[in-house]
């Protein structure tokens, strides 16, 4: 039998059985439609637009797979949806003509061969390794002499796409390697390109690649960063980026971050270096100009207790007001008040009228201050023992500590020739040899204690009786309490304002805006009474402070009295009145904390994050993310919630003032299991949280039972008898 024979055989046996050999041809494509036997139901639309691109770029690199519809000459797609609606997409917007025509396979009419066909072709596609793809992108540009530019266009990517290829390119040869040989992923390999010093990530990989975190592109990104500097870092703010790329600075571009504007300064010893010289030629300029004996530059954002500690500081004392200074304040306090009604009432904002007012106001607020000023101006003979410290603010200026200091106790005149120091004043120290002598006779020393509980009396019922004094001792009581915690002064009270301490000990937080802000309220207190040496003329003193000078000092005193708790349901850091405080405050903490990946993303359960975005943008940006990686899923939440990434402009709004739920003051307070009994009201006269009174009835029953007390006293024996005096 024949070659020829066996052909023409197998001819007939194929046109018996209705097959076709399919065939290449050109069909335009507006007599194409999508086939619903595409396998690919989901994702059709990502990556549309750079496929779009590419398509325009490059034209049809892969024929379409159709079979024939009914009507003579139309085709619906069984494979190669995605490249029809591209091409569809760019004949709607004039880039290609309307009757474009596009090659495709046609198939029979056979449903399964159909389908199997888009199985196939989706099946097969196998993604290249990241490395190949990376030594290609590099070998367009060195061996072929394209732009990246001209490569973004070709491949219908971004630049910064064709720019991160090329980082990876240059990965250190063991790190490439590694992608190649798919030890390590893509997002492990973008980590170690964070900077391209290639000795640094040839060394963090040896260090890493063999440990239970090395896989962590969190952990690596880190490692990597670690020594050096972000652009907004004080420092950093502070010298200029100008002024430390001309020193030979060196900056690392993280091509690999949401921000595209996102960098890390390497050389940080120079920068050091450079923030150091700028601070103290600002520390010399300062004590030319102010005469002061010595201006201390600290390279850092806060002045250290310990170095404060290490001098004496100075409190100059204000001396009292003349009476054309006390007159010509009363009048342009008046005048003040006037303006300031004017402002709220008659005058209508943005009017001549209103601005020439709100001018007069300003220069009103500094004649005062002017005058204030020049009662605490400081002997010159004294001045020139003195000095302070310049720093670095958050913002990146130069500050001036706002206290003076001296290497050894300094007094002022005005004081009564005492030093002033961080000790008490003369006679005040009621212990060991310094100890004051009684002048009082010779009494018992029942008597005394008699006489003095009868005296403490007296003056407990004068003081109630006088709310103004009261306030004032008030404050007073807690602001010295705070300017002498290293000393004993024999105050005899128990009122104190001890700060409260931090939960985790040694816990430092100068960087956060809060603790710059409560560092600043602090160096600006009104401290001109202090230097007095004892406490009558300390209190008189303090009591001619105005109003808002002692307000700042009762704010402040109270405020450290605080303790750190969250908005959580139970617990011991639970505390719903401090919730509600903030609500009252209208605080605001998304303005002064946000959620990074280093103090909290990266230290939550992946659920928690995806939560959070669900929160922010709906199971939509949920499930866009839910595949991510935990480290990736740290550092996308973190920028997003720090204004960055590419997002929809409502999404990027809720995430810029989302919070955890422990951070926010949303917390309302519950009654206590036991109600809290005062000495002030009978217990018939207790109300609940609804306002109603509460009687024994609305008591737990167990905390009755056998006359236990619910404070833990001993329990009651016997009934008290109603006429027995209680006292309050």
């Known amino acids: 039998m024949g070659l020829r024979f066996r052909l023409a055989r197998r001819r007939r046996r194929r046109a018996n059985s209705g097959w076709r050999r399919p065939m290449i041809k050109s069909v335009k494509v507006k007599n194409l439609s999508l086939s619903n036997d595409n396998v690919r139901k989901r994702g059709r639309e990502v990556g549309l637009e750079e496929l779009a691109a590419s398509i325009a770029a490059n034209g049809l690199l892969q024929n379409l797979v159709v079979t024939p519809l009914k009507k003579a000459g139309t085709f619906t797609v069984k494979a190669g949806g995605r490249r029809l609606r591209a091409i569809q997409l760019l004949i709607g917007r004039g880039a290609l003509a309307a009757d474009h025509e596009v090659p495709v396979l046609v198939l029979s009419v056979d449903d399964a061969a159909s389908v199997g066909a888009s199985l196939a072709e989706n099946r097969q596609r196998v993604p290249m390794n990241p490395a190949d793809d990376c ?128 960098e890390n300064w390497t050389d940080v010893d120079l920068l050091e270096d450079l923030a150091t010289k700028k601070l103290e030629a600002a520390a010399a300029e300062l004590a030319a100009a102010q005469g002061l004996a010595f201006v201390t530059p600290i390279a850092a954002t806060h002045v250290p207790y310990d170095v404060e500690r290490q001098l004496h500081e100075f409190h100059p004392v204000a001396r009292p007001l003349t009476d054309e200074e006390q007159a010509r304040i009363e009048a342009l306090g008046l005048e003040n008040d006037a303006l300031i009604e004017a402002l709220e009432t008659d005058l209508a904002e943005g009017t001549p009228e209103a601005n020439a007012a709100n001018d007069r106001v300003e220069t009103i607020e500094r004649e005062i201050a002017e005058i204030d000023t020049a009662r605490k101006t400081i002997d010159p003979g004294v001045k020139a023992n003195l000095g302070t410290f310049v720093y670095i603010g958050g913002d990146g200026e130069a500050r001036v500590h706002t206290r003076l200091f001296s290497e050894k106790p300094l007094a002022d005149p005005r004081a009564g020739g005492a030093a002033s120091g961080n000790g008490a004043g003369p006679g005040e120290t009621g212990s060991g040899d310094d100890a004051v002598a009684d002048p009082s006779p010779r009494l018992s020393a029942t008597l005394i204690e008699e006489l003095a509980t009868q005296r403490r009396q007296i003056l407990v019922a004068h003081v109630a009786s006088d709310p103004m004094i009261a ?258």
């Open 135 to 262: 030594l290609a992108f590099k070998h367009l540009i060195d061996q072929l002499g394209m732009t990246v530019e001209q490569v973004a266009i070709q491949q219908a990517v971004t630049v910064r796409f064709v720019e991160q290829r090329m980082r990876l390119a240059d990965l250190a040869p063991a790190i490439f390697e590694a992608l190649g040989s798919d030890e390590i992923d893509l997002g492990v390999a973008q980590a170690y390109a964070v900077t391209a010093d290639v000795d640094r990530q040839a060394r963090v990989f040896e260090q890493m690649k063999h440990s239970y975190y090395g896989k962590q592109p969190d952990n690596i990104r880190r490692a990597i960063l670690n020594g050096t500097v972000r652009p907004n870092d004080a420092k950093a703010r502070f010298v200029g980026r100008e002024a430390y790329v001309a020193a030979g600075g060196r900056i690392d571009g993280d091509l690999f971050a949401l921000d595209t504007d996102d």
């Open 471 to 728: 306030l004032d001792l008030t404050i007073f009581l807690m602001a010295q309490s705070l300017v002498f915690t290293t000393s004993y002064v024999r105050d005899h009270s128990t009122l104190r304002a001890d700060p409260a301490q931090f939960p985790i000990f040694a816990f430092r937080d100068e960087a956060s805006m809060a603790s710059q802000t409560i560092e600043d309220q602090r160096q600006h207190l009104d401290t001109t009474w202090v230097g007095h040496t004892t406490m009558s003329e300390r209190f008189d003193a303090f009591r001619t402070l105005p109003d808002d000078a002692r307000g700042a000092w009762v704010a402040f005193a109270v405020a450290q009295t605080l303790e750190a708790t969250l908005n959580v349901a139970d617990g011991a850091r639970a505390n719903g009145f401090h919730d509600h405080l903030g609500r009252l405050l209208d605080i605001q903490v998304a303005c002064l904390w946000r959620p990074t990946a280093e103090n909290y993303f990266g230290r939550v359960k992946k659920d928690v994050m995806l939560d959070a975005l669900e929160e922010i943008g709906g199971p939509i940006l949920r499930g866009r993310y839910k595949d991510a990686k935990k480290g990736e899923l740290a550092a996308t939440c973190a920028a997003l919630c720090n204004g960055q990434g590419i997002v929809e402009a409502e999404i990027r709004e809720k995430a810029t003032v989302w919070l955890p739920e422990a951070m926010r003051f949303d917390n309302v307070e519950r009654p206590e299991r036991v109600p809290a009994r005062s000495t002030f009201v009978d217990d018939g006269d207790a109300v609940g949280s609804d306002g109603d009174e509460l009687d024994g009835d609305d008591l737990d029953g167990s905390e009755l039972d056998s006359g236990a007390n619910p404070l833990g006293d001993a329990p009651t024996q016997e009934p008290v008898d109603d006429d027995y005096p209680q006292a309050a």
